[in-house]
Structures are given as structure tokens and as C-alpha cells.
């Protein structure tokens, strides 16, 4: 099963991207082409994502903290994508720890 985007339009200012089947890695560039090409709101819907590897969560969670609403989220891609949020914090602290540590 393959990647599908299907892009949808509510008014003028929202966007939202439908997302079906699998997302892996060799997905993220097409999906993170089509979000770099929109302005405004824009949502993920991914009702109908049954797979999804690595590379996307790590998308998806970017994604989510620059804004993006992702919608109709399967419980364990959500859990998944906190877990990925949290560890990229958790790593952000930790390299600014040891980077004011030098400095001082």
C-alpha cells in the first residue's frame, strides 16, 4: 500500500491534507513538499494512515510543533508522536545545558 494526499480546501485560510495508507520514509518528502508549498491554516487528517515509520513520526511531530493540527490521529501514532516531542525537547535541554556550561 502506498502514500495518498488528497488536499482539501475550506475557505480561504484553511487547508487540510488527508492522508491514506502508509506513510514511511520514502513519503516524508512528498508530504513535507506539500506542506512547504501552503500558507495559512493547515491540518493532517490521518483517519485512514495504517502504517507509518520513523521518518514520519519525527514529521509529524515537527509538524504539530510548528502549528500544524493533526486530526483523527490513531491513539498509537499519537502516543508515538508525544514520545517523539518529548525526546526532542528533552534533547534541546540537555544541548543547551552543556552549551552554557562551556560558556561559563
Not at 490521529?73 to 508515538?80: D, F, K, T, V
Not at 525526546?87 to 545545558?97: L, N, Q, V
Request: hydrophobic share 40%; proline share 1%.
Amino acid at each position: 500500500m502506498t502514500c495518498r494526499i488528497e488536499r482539501r480546501v475550506f475557505a480561504k485560510d484553511l487547508l487540510i491534507l488527508d492522508i491514506s495508507g502508509e506513510i514511511t520514509e520514502q513519503d516524508v518528502d512528498t508530504l513535507r513538499a506539500s506542506l512547504a508549498q501552503e500558507s495559512g491554516l493547515v491540518a493532517i487528517d490521518l483517519k485512514d494512515v495504517l502504517i507509518v515509520d520513523r521518518e514520519a513520526i519525527k514529521l509529524l511531530a515537527i509538524c504539530e510543533s510548528n502549528g500544524v493540527e493533526i486530526r483523527n490521529c490513531p491513539a498509537y501514532i499519537r502516543e508515538w508522536v508525544t514520545r517523539e516531542k518529548v525526546g526532542r525537547k528533552t534533547s534541546e535541554e540537555r544541548k543547551r545545558r552543556r552549551e552554557g556550561a562551556r560558556d561559563a
